[in-house]
């Protein structure tokens, strides 16, 4: 299973290193990696780490300005994509058909091919034209999943709330994980 992670500019980098880190210790799954420049930054401010102690984790890493790589051509096979974080400028660039980088090229790409997408959000509050593209990527088949974390599982740290969303993430691509507690109800 070949899965394209996508780190871009939203605050919240912490889900997508940890995804990453799942992701590679998956027998079943290959993950390749893209981060914008803005998730570089990101991931020197918010994690203290650069983004090179992240390479290491995929098997393969673009640069998000070449769209010559394969995740920018419906000719190379891919399971799915994840933007986690993704940005709203990202999310409405994809909403919009706006392919200016490797993130929103392969986006539209996984759109057009009928593959799976997901986008992870994070900001709040949320303006109505963000709400009317998350709609309009949903109503084409895009997973939007929010970086919501429950509390109904009583989480003891920030990587149990982390762990929550991941889990939910891997849900939705079919992965299995135990990263959270299922209700029993």
Same mark, same amino acid.
């Given at each position: 299973m070949r899965i394209l992670?996508?780190?871009? #500019?939203? /605050? #919240?980098?912490?889900?997508?290193?940890?995804?990453?880190?799942v992701l590679s210790k998956k027998e079943e799954v290959d993950v390749e990696l893209v981060v914008s420049e803005a998730g570089k930054q990101l991931i020197d401010s918010e994690l203290d780490i650069s983004f090179e102690e992240l390479t290491d984790y995929p098997e393969k890493? $673009? =640069?998000?300005? =070449?769209?010559?790589?394969?995740?920018? /051509? #419906?000719?190379?096979? $891919? $399971?799915? *994509?994840?933007?986690?974080?993704? /940005?709203? /400028?990202s999310l409405s660039k994809i909403s919009n058909g706006i392919s200016d980088n490797l993130i929103t090229r392969a986006a539209s790409v996984f759109l057009k091919e009928d593959r799976k997408l997901l986008l992870t959000p994070r900001e709040t509050?949320?303006?109505?034209?963000w709400l009317e593209n998350m709609w309009h990527l949903s109503?084409?088949?895009?997973?939007?999943?929010?970086? *919501?974390?429950?509390? $109904?599982?009583?989480?003891?740290s920030i990587d149990d709330m982390v762990d929550f969303v991941l889990g939910k993430i891997? =849900?939705?691509?079919?992965?299995q994980n135990s990263l959270y507690e299922r209700w029993e109800g």
């Amino acid at each position: 299973m070949r899965i394209l992670l996508a780190i871009s #500019g939203a /605050s #919240g980098v912490i889900y997508g290193k940890r995804l990453l880190e799942v992701l590679s210790k998956k027998e079943e799954v290959d993950v390749e990696l893209v981060v914008s420049e803005a998730g570089k930054q990101l991931i020197d401010s918010e994690l203290d780490i650069s983004f090179e102690e992240l390479t290491d984790y995929p098997e393969k890493v $673009y =640069d998000p300005d =070449d769209l010559k790589a394969p995740p920018a /051509s #419906g000719s190379s096979k $891919y $399971y799915g *994509m994840a933007v986690v974080p993704c /940005s709203m /400028s990202s999310l409405s660039k994809i909403s919009n058909g706006i392919s200016d980088n490797l993130i929103t090229r392969a986006a539209s790409v996984f759109l057009k091919e009928d593959r799976k997408l997901l986008l992870t959000p994070r900001e709040t509050p949320l303006t109505t034209t963000w709400l009317e593209n998350m709609w309009h990527l949903s109503s084409e088949g895009v997973t939007i999943l929010p970086a *919501m974390p429950a509390f $109904y599982e009583d989480p003891e740290s920030i990587d149990d709330m982390v762990d929550f969303v991941l889990g939910k993430i891997l =849900d939705s691509l079919e992965i299995q994980n135990s990263l959270y507690e299922r209700w029993e109800g």
